[in-house]
């Protein structure tokens, strides 16, 4: 629970944790389905049960508010309300092999005021990174192996670290629905990069998945003298038009 006993730190709202009644203590009812996912203390070896957790608390109606705590690093605080979140750490320092990190979820009053001030960093920024990196290459908890995946909306790369590889595979994620691996083949890319990308974007909630075909991929084959040229441009090369 948010009211664990700890010793005396400095809290991102001001004063000592310990003393700070603004902090969450209540215990959390999920639906049944979220709350195998989002327990109350869900203790998880690296990041993948955190990323879970998270998942399954953006598919609750009511208002909910998440403490990370990463095992010899600054506690996260996250507040769906804002798609907000803070933490002291950059992302490009994020502790990928971290050994611990301890989810701890709280409801509160949809006019409750925000845990930080606002507002706060965007919390694309961390699920895009913690998708990455929570599974590795494998499919994150919520997705099934076989389904196919379309973007839903276009990250905003501006803020995100990615390479040239991930901006052409969210693009073509635009045109068509795609697994993992017809994904990597049409980007001329491993497999695993490809679940990287489909992990980070469903974590973000930017994707629609479907179950099975929904219609033939398209066409698609490796460009030509690509070499200098743009990338929709390449793009159409390898989408056959």
């Known amino acids: 629970m948010m009211n664990r006993h700890r010793p005396e730190q400095t809290s ?14 209540a215990p959390m009812t999920l639906t049944a389905a979220a709350a195998n996912a989002a327990s ?3 203790p998880a070896r690296g990041w993948a049960a955190a990323a879970t957790a998270v998942h399954a608390v953006r598919l609750v109606a009511a ?11 600054a506690d996260i605080l996250i507040d769906v309300r804002y798609r907000a979140f803070h933490w002291d750490i950059p992302l490009d320092r994020f502790p990928v092999d971290a050994d ?3 989810v701890h979820t709280e409801p509160l009053d949809p006019d409750a005021p925000p845990l930080f001030e606002l507002p706060g960093r965007d919390l ?3 699920l895009w990174t913690m998708g990455l990196h929570a599974f590795g290459e494998d499919p994150a908890g919520w997705m099934r192996h076989g389904d196919r995946h379309r973007l839903a909306r276009w990250p905003n790369f501006t803020e995100l670290a990615h390479t040239p590889e ?7 994620l635009g045109n068509a629905f ?18 990287r990308l489909l992990n980070a974007l469903g974590l973000m909630d930017g994707l629609r998945s479907s179950a ?15 070499q200098g040229r743009g990338l929709f441009a390449r793009l159409r090369e390898r989408l056959g038009r």
């Open 12 to 25: 991102p709202l001001g004063g000592k944790d310990d003393a700070d009644e603004s902090r969450l203590d």
């Open 40 to 42: 109350d203390a869900t």
């Open 63 to 73: 208002p909910v508010v998440l403490e990370l705590s990463v095992a010899g690093h």
């Open 100 to 102: 611990a990190v301890i």
């Open 124 to 126: 694309d920024g961390l």
């Open 166 to 172: 991930q901006l052409r595979m969210t693009a073509m």
């Open 178 to 195: 795609l697994t993992a691996g017809e994904l990597a083949a049409a980007a001329g890319t491993g497999t695993g990069e490809a679940q």
């Open 212 to 226: 099975g075909d929904v219609a033939p991929p398209p066409t698609m084959r490796p460009g030509r003298g690509a």
